[in-house]
């Protein structure tokens, strides 16, 4: 069974303090790992794909990275606006369309 | 703006009444889906619709209904509701093949009284 697990489950930042969200995985085979982004009450917010150990996207202030085993959200001189919650979902090859997500992380920067 | 969009955007009904959900997305798009988020736990997929076909049903309770006429459309109707299926109900699409980046909606929160 395809799992995936977040850490921590809350983070507290200053401002520009840098720091790393971690995605652990167990799937068989990966297709590919999605990392979303969540405001309060609202849908979530597509940020990367990536599909292979030692891929690397960045935007803005976000980077993330995969290995075979996890994946990391870095997040360097963090606003306040970057405070939301980060989720991360797995696709194996034989799911078709199912992606499995995680618990999230709720990242909270203080100015 | 995400190029899903779900209506309403609240919704409080009774246990005893019928109410639908809608989606609507405008990216061209072969998949819709529907997710459950519920208060600490992880999204939950409920539905599957691959070029209007259902293919995939994760084990919903049948007072959850989705209908899907046509790939831009998708609903989800409801009845005979409990409180426990209060939750923020996700419509998402996606292209499909080997491109399967899903794109969500803002969700529609249901409140179940």
């Known amino acids: 069974e395809d799992q995936v697990t977040q850490s921590p489950e809350a983070l507290r930042l200053q401002e520009g303090e840098s720091s790393s969200l971690n995605c652990s995985y167990t799937?068989?085979?990966?297709?590919?790992l999605f990392w979303y982004r969540q405001d309060p009450g609202k849908g979530p917010e597509f940020l990367f794909t990536l599909y292979s150990a030692g891929e690397e996207k960045e935007k803005e202030r976000l980077k993330a990275t995969l290995t075979k085993k996890e994946s990391f959200l870095h997040i360097t001189a963090p606003k306040p606006e970057d405070s939301a919650t980060y989720l991360c979902a797995v696709q194996a090859p034989n799911a078709g369309n199912m992606l499995t997500f995680g618990g999230g992380t709720r990242l909270m920067v203080k100015p | 703006e995400t190029g899903v969009t779900q209506t309403p955007r609240h919704l409080v009904m009774g246990m005893t009444n019928k109410k639908s959900l809608k989606c609507e997305q405008h990216l061209g798009h072969n998949a819709m889906y529907w997710y459950k988020q519920s208060a600490k736990k992880p999204l939950e997929l409920m539905f599957v619709?691959?070029?209007?076909?259902?293919?995939e049903n994760n084990s919903v309770p049948s007072r959850f209904s989705p209908e899907c006429p046509n790939s831009s459309h998708l609903f989800l109707h409801l009845h005979t509701l409990q409180p426990e299926d209060s939750a923020l109900y996700l419509c998402a699409s996606s292209q499909g093949g080997a491109e399967n980046t899903i794109y969500f909606g803002e969700g529609s929160w249901l409140t179940v009284v």
């Open positions: 799937v068989s085979g990966l297709r590919g």
């Open positions: 619709y691959n070029f209007k076909e259902q293919t």
